[in-house]
T-cell receptor, first 118, second 116 residues
Framework: AQSVSQHNHHVILSEAASLELGCNYSYGGTVNLFWYVQYPGQHLQLLLKYFSGDPLVKGIKGFEAEFIKSKFSFNLRKPSVQWSDTAEYFCAVIWHFVSNFGNEKLTFGTGTRLTIIP | GAVVSQHPSRVICKSGTSVKIECRSLDFQATTMFWYRQFPKQSLMLMATSNEGSKATYEQGVEKDKFLINHASLTLSTLTVTSAHPEDSSFYIC????????????FGSGTRLTVV
């Protein structure tokens, strides 16, 4: 079965530090890749997504992610984090197969809790 | 655009009663909606896929008779937790698949269910 792995369960950084959160998925083929953020007490918000084209994707709030097909990875980065970036971050993948056309399911990774220390 | 409204945001019910959660697409037609369950400090687990006008497709291990899903129109899907028990207490989130130029998922704000 397809799966999404986020190896960093909890990351603690100081403000202004650089961030990289890992995301790997288990199976190749045609994929759409997403990063979502969930601030405390709030619902999921889309940070960025990759469908095709330039593998370096820029999202909101200064986040970016790089799709490396050969490594099945889609790591999230930010050059300088802020205290307000404290949240839970989820990587998610849609696999496109002929068999699931019209019912594409979003599979989430286990999430990474990011804590920024002022 | 592509907003999903979910309510109630919080509900407390007694064991043995049923609770209905609504998920509405406000500015688009959602032929496919998804229901997730999120345990504290864990990821979202897909419970079922809801297609307008047809039966929902449940993930393995999800009890169909306990979690009734109805998608009667292109803008409304409902999840009814029947005969609720304390172990059903969780955060339930709906999502709709947005097609076209803005292909992707949009999420409701979630419902915190507490069964006492």
């Amino acid at each position: 079965a397809q799966s999404v792995s986020q190896h960093n369960h909890h990351v603690i950084l100081s403000e202004a530090a650089s961030l990289e959160l890992g995301c790997n998925y288990s199976y190749g083929g045609t994929v759409n890749l997403f990063w979502y953020v969930q601030y405390p007490g709030q619902h999921l918000q889309l940070l960025l997504k990759y469908f095709s084209g330039d593998p370096l994707v820029k999202g909101i709030k200064g986040f970016e992610a790089e799709f490396i097909k050969s490594k099945f990875s889609f790591n999230l980065r930010k050059p300088s984090v802020q205290w307000s970036d404290t949240a839970e971050y989820f990587c998610a993948v849609i696999w496109h197969f002929v068999s699931n056309f019209g019912n594409e399911k979003l599979t989430f990774g286990t999430g990474t809790r990011l804590t920024i220390i002022p | 655009g592509a907003v999903v409204s979910q309510h109630p945001s919080r509900v407390i019910c007694k064991s043995g009663t049923s609770v209905k959660i609504e998920c509405r697409s406000l500015d688009f037609q959602a032929t496919t909606m998804f229901w997730y369950r999120q345990f504290p400090k864990q990821s979202l687990m897909l419970m079922a896929t809801s297609n307008e006008g047809s039966k929902a497709t449940y993930e393995q291990g999800v009890e169909k008779d306990k979690f009734l899903i109805n998608h009667a129109s292109l803008t409304l899907s409902t999840l009814t937790v029947t005969s609720a028990h304390p172990e059903d207490s969780s955060f339930y989130i709906c999502s709709a698949l947005v097609r076209g130029a803005y292909y992707g998922y949009t999420f409701g704000s979630g419902t915190r269910l507490t069964v006492v």
